[in-house]
T-cell receptor, first 110, second 112 residues
Framework: QKEVEQDPGPLSVPEGAIVSLNCTYS??????FMWYRQYSRKGPELLMY????GNKEDGRFTAQVDKSSKYISLFIRDSQPSDSATYLC??????????FGRGTSLIVHP | DVKVTQSSRYLVKRTGEKVFLECVQD?????MFWYRQDPGLGLRLIYF???????EKGDIPEGYSVSREKKERFSLILESASTNQTSMYLC???????????FGPGTRLLVL
C-alpha cells in the first residue's frame, strides 16, 4: 500500500462547480501536507501547504486536513477551465523526501 | 520566487548514447532531487543530494548517475541510454527537512 493514495480520475466538472480533490495517507508521522498542480507537459508547481489539521484558504482554493481519519482535501470554488490539470498531494513525513500521491486529473469544461 | 531551471525541455537520443540532464536552482537550497514521471506510475525518485558532492540513491537509481559539484547545480547522467528510459525527468530543490520542493519545468526525453 502506498503511503499516500489518490484516485487518478479523471474528474470532469462543468465550469463554476465546486471541486473536491482527496487524498488518504497511512503514516501517522505525516504532519505537513502540500498540494501541487501540474499542467500537461509541465513541472509540478506548489499550490498550497499546511502544517496542521483544519482549513487553510487561498483565494478559490481551500486545503483541509483531518488527521483523525488521515484524510486530505483540496476544494476549488468557482472552477475554471484553466484549473484543468493534475493535482498531487504530498507529505515529507519528517524526511528530506516527500511522499507523493500519483495525482488526480481534473477537467473543467466550459 | 524560487527558480529551478532544466537545460532542455525536449531531447531525442539514440540507444547507447550518454545523456546529460542539468538542473540549476537559484535559491541556495541544500537539497536537490531527480525524479522521473511516467503515466500511471507517478513521481519516482532516482537520486537526491543534500549537500555539495553528496548523493543518495532513490527508489530507481539503476542506469543513472548524478553529479553535484556546486550547490546550485545537480546533473543527471544516463551512462548508456535505453528505450525504457524514455520519460519525463523532473528536477526539484528544497531547503531543510519538511520543506516544500520546488520543481523545474521538466525534460521530456525520448530514446530511440
Amino acid at each position: 500500500q502506498k503511503e499516500v493514495e489518490q484516485d487518478p480520475g479523471p474528474l470532469s466538472v462543468p465550469e463554476g462547480a465546486i471541486v473536491s480533490l482527496n487524498c488518504t495517507y497511512s503514516n501517522s508521522a505525516f504532519q505537513y501536507f502540500m498540494w501541487y498542480r501540474q499542467y500537461s507537459r509541465k513541472g509540478p508547481e506548489l499550490l498550497m501547504y499546511t502544517y496542521s489539521s483544519g482549513n487553510k484558504e487561498d483565494g478559490r482554493f481551500t486545503a483541509q486536513v483531518d488527521k483523525s481519519s488521515k484524510y486530505i482535501s483540496l476544494f476549488i470554488r468557482d472552477s475554471q477551465p484553466s484549473d484543468s490539470a493534475t493535482y498531487l498531494c504530498a507529505s515529507p513525513g519528517g524526511s528530506y523526501i516527500p511522499t507523493f500521491g500519483r495525482g488526480t486529473s481534473l477537467i473543467v469544461h466550459p | 520566487d524560487v527558480k529551478v531551471t532544466q537545460s532542455s525541455r525536449y531531447l531525442v537520443k539514440r540507444t547507447g548514447e550518454k545523456v546529460f540532464l542539468e538542473c540549476v536552482q537559484d535559491m541556495d537550497h541544500e537539497n536537490m532531487f531527480w525524479y522521473r514521471q511516467d503515466p500511471g506510475l507517478g513521481l519516482r525518485l532516482i537520486y537526491f543530494s543534500y549537500d555539495v558532492k553528496m548523493k543518495e540513491k532513490g527508489d530507481i537509481p539503476e542506469g543513472y548517475s548524478v553529479s553535484r559539484e556546486k550547490k546550485e547545480r545537480f546533473s543527471l547522467i544516463l551512462e548508456s541510454a535505453s528505450t525504457n528510459q524514455t520519460s519525463m525527468y523532473l528536477c526539484a530543490s528544497s531547503t531543510g527537512q519538511q520543506e516544500t520542493q520546488y520543481f523545474g519545468p521538466g525534460t521530456r526525453l525520448l530514446v530511440l
